[in-house]
């Protein structure tokens, strides 16, 4: 729809319609794979957490990721289209994530890595000139801050003892390239353009990597934790910016 500029405010389903509403689609069911994903990952969390401590947590992030995933359900269907036809063709979460999820460290290399990831995404779709959309991602995002603070606790945790840091760092190096990969998507296109001009976000991909990947570096720093080399990204075809190798490069083994 031409006439939809990024100043636009469209307040119902019914204002959304031909290439915005295809877009808003796509970005939304992209969500809504992430959102699934990861309730499915915290709901295995519950198994294989060690402490009664992690399990109760991971009971409680699993019925948050649920409640994310039935706001989109419910936005999707508001908007005609078919939710459980777009979960059904998803891949598995192990798979969509790379994660063995029997394994704990796994899990806690998720929780800290790529649960962020979607954070920085929904900051721009908490500004999205879809409406109905982006006031509803208020919520989400305070819950997803809760998740990252018990992200960045575990990763604290495990830096006390040299042989678990090293056993993240290796899981660490195979996360992070699909994170990166399959949260942030293409960094040019015509979708890319189209969500600019359109409001559905308000910054390039570019930039909401890199400020995903300094605000890991951050919390990386202390613990000793180090991103992985460039070469594991090439290995996956993850395009990256070069001021995101930048940021990549500055903490390195
Ligand atoms: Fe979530
Ligand atoms: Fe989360």
Redesign the pocket.
């Known amino acids: 729809m031409s006439q939809i500029t990024a100043e636009s405010k469209l307040r119902t389903p019914a204002e959304a319609a031909g290439d915005y509403k295809g877009l808003l689609v796509r970005l939304m069911s992209r969500q809504l794979f992430a959102e699934t994903a990861?309730a499915e990952v915290?709901g295995k969390a519950v198994t294989a957490g060690p402490t009664w401590a992690d399990k109760y947590l991971a009971a409680e992030?699993a019925a948050?990721?649920a409640r994310?995933s039935q706001g989109l359900y419910d936005l999707l269907i508001d908007l005609g289209e078919d939710p459980e036809a777009i979960i059904a063709a998803r891949p598995d979460a192990d798979e969509f994530w790379q994660l063995d999820l029997n394994n704990w460290l796994d899990i806690a290399v998720f929780n800290f890595t790529v649960?962020r990831a979607?954070?920085h995404q929904i900051m721009e779709y908490r500004q999205s000139s879809y409406l109905p959309w982006a006031d509803s991602q208020e919520v989400v995002l305070a819950?997803?801050e809760d998740?990252?603070d018990n992200g960045v606790e575990n990763l604290k945790e495990f830096a006390k003892d040299p042989k678990k840091l090293a056993q993240f760092q290796t899981i660490f190096n195979r996360v992070l390239p699909n994170c990166v990969k399959r949260a942030f998507g293409r960094l040019a296109g015509p979708d890319n353009e189209m969500c600019l001009a359109t409001g559905l976000k308000r910054n390039p991909t570019e930039v909401i990597v890199n400020r995903y990947l300094a605000e890991m570096r951050g919390h990386m720093e202390g613990p000793g934790l180090k991103f992985p080399p460039i070469a594991a990204f090439e290995a996956i075809k993850c395009e990256l910016a070069d001021s995101s190798k930048e940021i990549l490069l500055s903490l390195q083994a």
Do not use: I, L, P
Request: a negative charge.
């Open positions: 990861t915290f992030f948050e990721e994310h649960d979607g954070s819950d997803e998740h990252y």
